[in-house]
């Protein structure tokens, strides 16, 4: 359990997850699998994941929760100027279910560093 703790502490574990997110956002949608989940579901938890990666390895409470609010309206932007045979477009709910995710993220890290840390002083 230290190792992945190690492993989770440095950058590349959110490195990676970002440029997971930003590689599927940018695929045509009829490549990506049919999984039974709302879309917005999937840019929430996405985007919790991607935020609870970026606090655990150190980085900056507020420049977490701003740059993911900004990378979410990228990737929607960037959707928009995809070619229209890839059936993406600018959705700014898709957007505010990627600010959700990453301030539910930034909350789970909250309450994990918590306990966390009272269960290390046990």
Same mark, same amino acid.
């Given at each position: 359990m230290?190792?992945?703790?190690?492993?989770l502490?440095?950058?590349?574990p959110?490195?990676?997850?970002t440029?997971?997110? $930003?590689? +599927?956002?940018s695929?045509?949608?009829?490549e990506l699998?049919?999984?039974?989940?709302?879309?917005? =579901? *999937?840019? %929430?938890?996405?985007f919790?994941?991607?935020?609870?990666?970026?606090?655990f390895?150190g980085?900056?409470s507020?420049w977490?929760?701003?740059?993911?609010i900004? $990378?979410? +309206?990228?990737i929607?932007?960037?959707?928009?100027?995809?070619p229209?045979?890839?059936?993406?477009? =600018? *959705?700014? %709910?898709?957007?505010?279910a990627?600010?959700?995710?990453?301030l539910?993220?930034?909350?789970?890290?909250?309450?994990?560093t918590r306990?966390?840390s009272?269960?290390?002083?046990?």
């Amino acid at each position: 359990m230290q190792k992945i703790f190690q492993i989770l502490q440095t950058k590349y574990p959110a490195i990676i997850w970002t440029v997971i997110i $930003f590689t +599927l956002c940018s695929l045509p949608s009829k490549e990506l699998p049919e999984h039974g989940t709302s879309d917005k =579901f *999937d840019h %929430f938890a996405a985007f919790a994941i991607w935020s609870f990666l970026w606090l655990f390895n150190g980085s900056k409470s507020l420049w977490v929760i701003l740059s993911g609010i900004a $990378f979410g +309206l990228l990737i929607e932007f960037w959707q928009k100027n995809l070619p229209v045979e890839f059936n993406r477009s =600018f *959705d700014l %709910f898709d957007a505010l279910a990627d600010s959700i995710g990453v301030l539910l993220g930034f909350g789970v890290y909250v309450v994990f560093t918590r306990f966390q840390s009272k269960f290390n002083k046990a």
